[in-house]
Antibody, heavy 118, light 107 residues
Framework: EVQLVQSGGVVVQPGGSLRLSCDAS????????MHWVRQTPEKGLQWVSL????????YYADSVKGRFTVSRDNSNNSLFLQMDSLQPGDTALYFC???????????WGQGTLVTVSS | EVLLTQSPATLSLSPGERASLSCRAS??????LAWYQQKPGQAPRLLIY???KRPTGIPARFSGSGSGTAFTLTISRLEPEDFAVYYC?????????FGGGTKVEIK
């Protein structure tokens, strides 16, 4: 069974940093690219980032480019999202997801709630 | 960025009825469109990819159609567990984008 288990929620001050993690099991992690997607009641689902199977290629939404960095550790089946210069607009539920059938997010983690507030 | 517009915002139906959900793209996305189901407190679940293909394990009552700018998700006979929010998503134009969702509620 495919499982993606994410780190717990956190509150961080504006301008602060945070590192999200996502631990994968039940599939060959380094066969798949991985996504980060976030969700808010106001804006709905928003794609954030994609990393290739070996980490050699990374892609970002314009809203996070230059502030967020995606990485992976294939030896430990883990995905990360380093989030710097956080803004209140980054407050959201963040999901990791496996890219499959092309690169659609097909299996998703349970989500990590990130709240950026003073 | 491609804008995906879903309609209606809410669909009120009874179990056993047929549901038809629409997703329209602001420009052609070919057949590079997926549909997801999300229940409260859960992550989205992939139902359909490439407009009409079902991943392993998705019931046959879910079907997708369309290409270009107009797409439809059909649920042939609603089961109690199908009442949820449904989203479309395109991957033809960068960045990937999602629609605003259609809530299917019990009438």
């Amino acid at each position: 069974e495919v499982q993606l288990v994410q780190s717990g929620g956190v509150v961080v001050q504006p301008g602060g940093s945070l590192r999200l993690s996502c631990d994968a099991s039940g599939f060959t992690f380094d066969d798949f690219a991985m996504h980060w997607v976030r969700q808010t009641p106001e804006k709905g689902l928003q794609w954030v980032s994609l990393i290739s199977w070996n980490g050699g290629l990374t892609y970002y939404a314009d809203s996070v480019k230059g502030r967020f960095t995606v990485s992976r550790d294939n030896s430990n089946n883990s995905l990360f999202l380093q989030m710097d210069s956080l803004q209140p607009g980054d407050t959201a539920l963040y999901f990791c997801a496996r890219a499959n059938y092309g690169d659609y997010p097909d299996s998703w983690g349970q989500g990590t709630l990130v709240t950026v507030s003073s | 960025e491609v804008l995906l517009t879903q309609s209606p915002a809410t669909l009120s139906l009874s179990p056993g009825e047929r549901a038809s959900l629409s997703c329209r793209a602001s420009q052609s996305v070919s057949d590079s469109l997926a549909w997801y189901q999300q229940k409260p407190g859960q992550a989205p679940r992939l139902l359909i990819y490439d407009a009409s293909k079902r991943p392993t394990g998705i019931p046959a009552r879910f079907s997708g159609s369309g290409s270009g700018t107009a797409f439809t998700l059909t649920i042939s006979r609603l089961e109690p567990e199908d009442f949820a929010v449904y989203y479309c998503q395109q991957r033809d134009n960068w960045p990937p984008t999602f629609g605003g969702g259609t809530k299917v509620e019990i009438k």
